[in-house]
């Protein structure tokens, strides 16, 4: 039971570049996030997803899209990145009907 | 208006001293839930405790207990006997009930540094 884990765990992009951050989880959830962490402050939700096929906007949605297309799987997507998006992606899930999330070890993304 | 507040930067603590955290928040959902979450320097989010709006009695998980003030709108954390290893920032967040997708709400966090 690996709980949720994070795709790449740091990666480095040229402005303009595009990529996919990946979460997974095997514990069944139907609920996961995407937030973001910029430095000294808290976590702000850019997207989640209440089920497989489902997804809605957080907090701060722009310059990012997201995929449910699986249970277990939420991809982040980043078409054209920008430095304003050098940021610790954490992703989480949280079973229907239990309060926790819980937290993927992040993704370390620096955009130059 | 912020609705997690933490006013509380960043402390020092001594190992085996209790530390208290201070978290407020706004909401005029009447269902809600707190939480407490520690990032230590490794970056993990470890969830720690949580407090229902209309639970009775405050949390505690082991040496974590959550000092709930409802009608200060306050939600503390205490860590009793201090460790080396509870040195990180920690996180206070909220869930409202009319929040879509039950999604969590941070304050900027506490950094918690425990000497020996």
């Known amino acids: 039971n690996a709980g949720v884990t994070q795709t790449p765990k740091f990666r480095v992009l040229k402005t303009g570049q595009s990529m996919t951050l990946l979460c997974a989880q095997d514990?069944?959830?139907?609920?996961m996030y995407w937030y973001r962490q910029d430095p000294g402050m808290g976590l702000r939700l850019i997207h989640y997803?209440?089920?497989?096929?489902?997804?809605a906007k957080g907090e701060v949605p722009d310059g990012y899209n997201v995929s449910r297309l699986k249970k277990q799987n939420f991809l982040l997507g980043l078409e054209s990145a920008a430095p304003s998006q050098t940021s610790v992606y954490f992703c989480?899930?949280?079973?229907?009907?239990?309060?926790?999330?819980?937290f993927g070890p992040g993704t370390r993304l620096l955009v130059l | 208006a912020q609705k997690i507040t933490q006013t509380q930067p960043g402390m020092f603590v001594q190992e085996k001293e209790a530390v208290t955290l201070d978290c407020t928040y706004d909401t005029s959902d009447p269902s809600y839930g707190l939480f407490w979450y520690k990032q230590p320097s490794s970056g993990e989010m470890i969830f720690l405790i949580y407090q229902g709006s209309y639970d009775q009695q405050n949390a505690t998980e082991g040496r974590y207990s959550l000092n709930f003030q409802k009608a200060r709108k306050s939600a503390n954390l205490v860590i009793s006997a201090s460790q080396l290893g509870d040195s990180a920032m920690y996180f206070c967040a909220m869930r409202e009930l009319s929040s879509a997708g039950n999604k969590l709400t941070f304050g900027g966090g506490t950094r918690v540094l425990v000497k020996p």
């Open positions: 514990m069944n959830h139907e609920y």
């Open positions: 997803s209440v089920g497989e096929g489902t997804t």
């Open positions: 989480a899930s949280r079973r229907t009907g239990q309060e926790t999330q819980y």
